[in-house]
Nanobody
C-alpha cells in the first residue's frame, strides 16, 4: 500500500460525532508521525491533529482541542480521529497525511504520503 486510505466521513448534525479511520502505509520509522488535515474549497489545507507511532505523542490545532481525539492502533497500522461536538465550521474534506519523520507536524510539506480524503459535512 503506497497511499493511506481514509474512511468514516459523512453528514452529521451540529453537536454530533464522527470517527475517521486511516489505514496507514507500511511503517518504516517507528518515530514517524501520521496526521489529519482538512480543506475547504478555495482555502489552504489546515492542520487538525497528528500522532507519533512509537509513543503516542499527539499535537492538535487549537480549533479542535478538547473536541477531537487522535489515536492509533499499531497492530492494525491504523490511525483514528474521533470528532465530538462537531460544528458547521468543521465541514471540510479530511485528509490523512502519513510518514512525517520530523516533529513539525502542522506543516503539510513534511508528510510523504497523502490519502484521497473523506468528506465531513456538519449541518446547523
Amino acid at each position: 500500500q503506497v497511499q493511506p486510505v481514509e474512511s468514516g466521513g459523512g453528514l452529521v448534525q451540529a453537536g454530533g460525532s464522527l470517527r475517521l479511520s486511516c489505514a496507514a502505509v507500511r511503517r518504516i520509522f517507528s518515530s514517524s508521525w501520521t496526521g489529519w488535515f482538512r480543506q475547504v474549497p478555495g482555502k489552504d489545507r489546515e492542520f487538525v491533529a497528528a500522532i507519533r507511532w512509537n509513543d503516542g505523542n499527539t499535537n492538535y490545532a487549537d480549533s479542535v482541542k478538547g473536541r477531537f481525539t487522535i489515536s492509533r492502533d499499531n497492530a492494525a497500522n491504523t490511525v483514528y480521529l474521533q470528532m465530538n461536538s462537531l460544528k458547521p465550521e468543521d465541514t471540510a474534506k479530511y485528509f490523512c497525511a502519513d510518514d512525517n519523520r520530523y516533529s513539525t507536524t502542522h506543516v503539510a510539506g513534511f508528510y510523504n504520503y497523502w490519502g484521497q480524503g473523506t468528506q465531513v459535512t456538519v449541518s446547523s
